[in-house]
């Protein structure tokens, strides 16, 4: 017997009992022969009070002793430590069977000693020392059950065996490191009862039942069934009661690396399986995002974070991760290596959901089309400051802005070398009862160090146009200047973007951008496209259109007019600024580009835009328009002249629209008519109805061209923008007439002239 007490080893042999079976040897020196039951006399006569803690009795003289101590515990009610081994047992059991729930590192290998006997002589010595078949479970047909043994290894280091009399036996100071019921100080297995929770509990109640059951069936000695049956029983019947519980085992035949298939044992060849249950860690999104997550458009999103059990003063074994995979048994290695992939999911450690470093412009309110953090001010060196959000943009698929904004703090707190801002994130979680209307939070910080290589200088032009959401309109566009900045302000990108154009002129940079979607966010770049932070834009107003208007289109070689007609009221097409101005630069900087290369946000004269100069620009287009393939913004735009400084004979510059190139004509009418339903979207229109005039001298053929141009952009422009348009089919005298009847009508009826033996003559840049 040995224990280690204040780090010395005793080594020492008990006295025996009064009433021991035991009885000394006739003459010193010389070896008895004993029948197969003189180790469980030993065991049952030994008179032993220990002078602390017991890890073990070896007072068995063999290279099997720690087997055998354990058959010896397990069969004999006498044993001295018999319930401390008997939790070590039930220690090794349980590990064994909740391998796979709790992803444990265990694995086996089988060593038949009757072959290695003739290669290894340490082999040669266990079997030339097999123990007797006194009290085994199962049979081997011609041999002794105690020839084919497996090792089970944790993290591949041995830590027992399996034996035909006890089932299993852990070795004396194995090292299960992690195993949250394995006694680090003594280097033992304990009991795993107050490790495990109600499903674990309720799997190994089943498991264990299974494997009595099965003890039935391998021809064991009937005592020995009935005694590790019976323990079976004892260690079932301590977890609780769970006779609703299925019997769920894995479906891989050689969990432990080999298939485990002598006598009873098959019955541990097979660890649990979990029952999937609802993730506590998905991330619970804002109300608008549900439906492209149900319509699993995007995948549910799952936050790890070893640190979320005590956060919650949860078990680890309570918090669900992914189907049957618990906090407790994720090996985050595994996921990030691929070893293990989740399907239908997104994941992502707590950790990564900040950026690496916190970028910021050195102006206060920099951003005005953005929302941020409320009370929020970050100085650095004396001067207030603009940050950028330094969170990774994943979360933006599952909150809106205003509700991310609203979970996010900034805090400036005292830091040794200078400014620190500790950014607190708090997430809603699905939690321990899985109840979306009331997520359980899980706060998250990263503490940022102001740097001076971090700061930005200056901001650049980023404009969204329109600004306004309407259902089924899916027309947007994305403005970006640097300035000329350079590397002194920060490169976008836009998620979903469709089609981005990317144009250098000089020394700009632009870019131009359509989506089908009102952006949510912005994600802010540097020159080698790293992401340097977020800018959460300002949800547009969510607008229910039900109005109608008549809109006439004078398209003439010169000017353009539009009228509409709203509710019997008719009036020049109100024009108003539609765009969300993300950024505040200087207005020298922003008008001019607006103008020249996007859609400008007031039209000029300011006093009286109308009408519209007939002007194309395609600055900053690309080559190739095709007919039919025409796009609006991006191709070319209506352009609005400063006549003071306007040259018509640049090369972007594009008039005759009315009679020239058929290409440049759609594309003007393109414009004007997504600009025009743009208008009407914002005043919540949702239906137009189109009255449009053209030249007495057109042909049939003009004539036809001309509405069918109509009719094929106003129906591109109902299946983009969910405003329903009608245009006048070519015989519908009311709608569709020439430009002297809509200018003799337009003075009938608005002016109350009398026209009889009049003559109107409407004189045209081209025609009249």
């Known amino acids: 017997m040995g224990d280690k007490l204040n780090n010395y080893d005793f080594l020492i042999l008990p006295k025996l009992k009064n009433d021991s079976d035991v009885r000394p040897s006739d003459k010193i020196g010389k070896w008895d022969a004993q029948p197969p039951k003189a180790f469980q006399d030993v065991a049952s006569s030994l008179d032993y009070k220990s002078p602390g803690r017991v890890k073990s009795v070896s007072s068995v003289p063999t290279m099997w002793a720690r087997p055998m101590s354990m058959e010896m515990a397990l069969h004999n009610k006498a044993y001295p430590i018999r319930e401390q081994m008997i939790e070590q047992w039930r220690g090794m059991l349980a590990a064994i069977a909740l391998a796979e729930v709790r992803r444990l590192p265990l694995t086996a290998k089988l060593v038949d000693l009757d072959e290695l ?68 100080g003594d280097c033992r297995l304990e009991s795993p009862n107050n490790y495990l929770n109600a499903s674990e509990k309720a799997l190994l109640w089943r498991w264990l039942d299974n494997l009595r059951n099965e003890l039935h069936n391998h021809r064991g000695e009937p005592e020995a069934i009935d005694m590790i049956g019976g323990l079976l029983n004892e260690f079932r019947d301590s977890l609780g009661t769970y006779k609703e519980q299925q019997l769920s085992l894995t479906t891989n035949p050689q969990f432990f690396g080999v298939q485990i298939n002598k006598g009873v044992l098959s019955a541990i060849n097979s660890p ?56 407790a048994a994720l090996n985050i290695d595994d996921l990030r290596t691929g070893q293990i992939i989740w399907r239908n999911v997104e994941w992502k450690e707590s950790k990564d959901l900040f950026l690496p470093e916190l970028t910021f412009i050195d102006l206060p309110d920099a951003l005005p089309g953005t929302v941020f953090p409320n009370g929020t001010q970050i100085n650095f060196n004396g001067q207030e400051v603009t ?19 609203k979970k996010v703090q900034f805090q400036s707190i005292n830091g040794g070398d200078g400014a620190v801002v500790r950014v607190i994130l708090d997430l809603p979680l699905s939690g321990v009862t899985n109840n979306d209307k009331q997520p359980q939070n899980y706060r998250i910080y990263k503490d940022y160090p102001l740097k001076e290589e971090n700061s930005l200088h200056e901001v650049p032009v980023l404009e969204v146009w329109p600004y306004f959401r309407v259902e089924g309109w899916k027309e ?123 859609i400008p946000e007031s039209f000029i004269p300011a006093e009286k835009p109308l009408p519209l100069s007939s002007i ?19 191709d070319g735009r209506i352009y609005i002249p400063d006549f003071s400084r306007f040259r018509s004979k640049e090369d972007w510059i594009e008039t005759n629209l009315k009679w020239g190139n058929l290409i440049l004509n759609r594309l003007f009418l393109k414009h004007l008519a997504l600009h025009i339903t743009a208008l009407a ?13 053209y030249p007495s001298s057109f042909s049939n053929n003009d004539k036809t061209r001309y509405a069918q141009t109509w009719q094929d952009l106003t129906a591109e422009l109902q299946a983009k923008t969910g405003i329903r348009h009608f245009s006048p089919e070519l015989d519908n005298l009311e709608n569709f007439r020439t430009e002297s009847l809509a200018f003799a009508q337009y003075f009938a009826d608005q002016e109350d002239y009398n026209l009889v033996n009049a003559t109107c003559i409407d004189l045209g840049g081209g025609t009249s």
């Open 117 to 184: 006997r003739h290669k290894e002589a340490f082999a040669r010595s266990l079997y030339e020392l097999l123990p007797d078949p006194v009290y085994t479970l199962y049979t081997l047909d011609g041999k002794n059950p105690w020839q084919d043994i497996y090792v089970f290894s944790w993290d591949e280091n041995p830590v027992g065996i399996t034996t035909p009399s006890t089932l299993v036996v852990s070795s004396e100071e194995g090292k299960w490191v992690g195993l949250p019921w394995w006694n680090r």
């Open 272 to 327: 649990v399986k979990a029952q999937p249950k609802a993730s506590c860690v998905r991330l619970v999104p804002s109300p608008d995002k549900e439906k492209a997550i149900k319509e699993k458009a995007i995948p549910e999103l799952l936050i790890i974070d070893p640190e979320i059990a005590k956060a919650w003063g949860e078990l680890p074994q309570n918090i669900w991760i992914y189907e049957d995979q618990t906090l």
């Open 387 to 405: 940050a950028l959000i330094p969170l990774n943009p994943i979360l933006l698929k599952y909150l809106n802005p205003e509700d991310l904004i």
């Open 476 to 598: 947007y566009y994305a403005f970006y200047y640097d300035g000329e900045f350079g590397e002194e302000t920060f490169q976008v990108s836009l998620p979903d973007a469709q089609e981005p154009h990317f144009l250098q002129d000089g020394l700009g940079f632009f870019q131009i951008a359509r989506l089908e979607e009102f952006p949510s966010y912005i994600i802010c770049q540097d020159s080698t496209s790293n992401i340097v932070g977020l800018i959460l834009l300002k949800t547009a107003e969510k607008i229910q259109p039900m109005g109608t208007w008549r809109v006439g289109i004078d398209f003439g070689t010169s000017f353009t007019n539009v009228y509409i007609n709203r509710n019997g009221t008719v009036e020049p097409l109100p024009l108003q600024n539609l765009h969300l101005k993300v950024t505040d630069i200087q207005a020298d900087i922003r008008n001019p580009v607006l103008f020249e290369y996007f």
């Open 616 to 634: 194309l620009t395609k600055r900053g287009s690309g080559s190739g328009i095709r007919l039919g393939r025409e796009r609006p913004i991006y």
């Open 681 to 693: 979207a914002k005043k919540g229109v949702s239906q137009i109805n189109w009255s449009l005039s």
